[in-house]
Every structure is written in C-alpha cells, then in structure tokens.
C-alpha cells in the first residue's frame, strides 16, 4: 500500500474492534439473508468454526482482482511494512463505553462537528452470540492463530 503524498497531510485515523467480537459479528452479518452479502451462499450453511476455517483457507486467499470481499487482518489494512499509516486509532469498544459520550465528543470536537444525538449504527448483525463466553475454546485458539498482529498491535486481551 502506498499513500498518495496529498493524502500525509491530512488526519488520518481509523477504528479497530476486539477480534474475537469483530469475527462474531461478521459471521451473524453475513448469514443474514437479508445483507445480501456475496459470501452469504458460501457461509450460510456453516457453524462458527467452519466460518473461521472458511476464514483461514479461503477468506484471506482472495485478491481484489477476484471481485469479491477480501478478509484481512485489521493490522493489515493499516500497518505497512510494520508501521501504522494512520495518525490515531481509536477501539471501538472505548467510543461510547463513558457516561456522556466523552470518547466520542473528543473526536467530534477534533474535527469541529455538530454532536449528533444519537449515533446511528449501521450493519447490525443480529446475533445469538455475543461474548466471549459463547465461543469455544478451539474457536478462541483458530482466532488467536489469524489476529495475532491485531492482538499485538492493538493491545487487545488474548484468551489462552
């Protein structure tokens, strides 16, 4: 990945989320007929595991040259040549988990915005599952496997 040079001079900042969370809820999204995802024929079918070995053996092969989603690491999208291309990142996890929204007034104020009232989320999975108590330890240990970068680089908790 090369930045455009017009690009350095701007803020740039992204969002990352827990990886055993973030894989949670892209298999519930992709199932959902209703998403429409191109994947959905290829997953619907499959329990959480098989989704994560789908992941692993064909998920992260695809080149964006096939056409289709591409399924990387969250560090690989923003680290190059192990250094981080973004200005900041925050977690997900830490954006509204104050009283007051104080994590997400900070950016808001950063970029000189009007405060929403409400933040809209969008691509909502709708999930049975939804912690870590839900998966399985064969489960945490292919995640650990195929996030480790994400666990490191974003110093997130890594279930043994």
Not at 93 to 98: A, K, Q
Not at 131 to 147: A, T, V
Request: glycine letters at 2%; one cysteine or more; proline letters at 5%.
């Amino acid at each position: 990945i090369a930045l455009n040079p017009e690009v350095l001079d701007y803020y740039k900042f992204s969002f990352v989320r827990q990886p055993y969370d973030l894989l949670l809820s892209m298999f519930y999204y992709i199932k959902m007929p209703s998403s429409l995802h191109p994947d959905y024929k290829n997953i619907g079918t499959l329990d959480f595991y098989q989704f994560l070995q789908w992941i692993e053996d064909v998920g992260m092969k695809k080149r964006k040259s096939d056409d289709l989603p591409v399924y990387k690491t969250q560090s690989q999208h923003l680290f190059v040549n192990d250094n981080c291309i973004m200005d900041y990142i925050y977690k997900y996890e830490e954006l509204c988990d104050d009283v007051d929204m104080s994590n997400i007034r900070s950016i808001i104020a950063k970029f000189d915005l009007q405060q929403p009232n409400k933040i809209p989320v969008l691509m909502k999975s709708d999930r049975p599952l939804s912690s870590i108590d839900s998966i399985s330890i064969k489960e945490i240990k292919l995640i650990n496997k195929l996030f480790a970068e994400d666990f490191k680089n974003f110093k997130y908790f890594k279930y043994e």
